[in-house]
């Protein structure tokens, strides 16, 4: 069923009339052109699709548009202002955190909102909030050391 749906996205209120079963990750990527969220396993496990809604990590690929309803979703494209990225955007190129970069946009977004509750986290407190998020080149070293960089900061 077709509903219009008004959430802010990256800070801009964003309405979009669309059936509101869509899949979130889908909206993003061909309704609004937001090509950073993968799509990975389509089923909440690998953490390629992840965005932030309301300063939560949340997987996009299963999640009904509806539910954004009023929310504010960041995605990858929102974190960098203008040309100037962000602090995790830049640690992870500083620490060579991102071999293939296809699970990089989720990593990020996971990691920012990891920060955004609890900025000063410690390895231990990284390493188990990036856990379910899968990297297939096994750089999760390079990963944890590029958050630990910002949490430093």
């Not at 986290?121 to 096994?138: F, K, P, Y």
Request: glycine fraction near 10%.
């Amino acid at each position: 069923m077709t509903e219009t749906i008004t959430f802010k996205l990256n800070g801009k209120s964003t309405t979009i009339t669309v059936d509101g079963d869509r899949k979130l990750l889908w909206v993003l990527r061909t309704d609004l052109g937001l090509t950073g969220t993968k799509y990975g396993c389509g089923r909440y496990l690998c953490g390629a699709c992840t965005v932030v809604i309301d300063r939560e990590a949340v997987r996009s690929c299963m999640l009904p548009v509806r539910e954004v309803r009023g929310k504010e979703v960041t995605t990858i494209e929102g974190l960098a202002k203008g040309d100037q990225l962000h602090p995790l955007q830049k640690a992870f190129a500083e620490h060579g955190a991102v071999q293939c970069g296809f699970c990089t946009p989720g990593m990020i977004m996971n990691a920012y909102a990891l920060l955004l509750r609890n900025p000063k986290a410690t390895r231990e407190q990284i390493i188990a909030g990036m856990e379910d998020n899968l990297c297939r080149c096994s750089a999760h070293q390079r990963i944890v050391k590029a958050i630990e960089s910002v949490a430093a900061r």
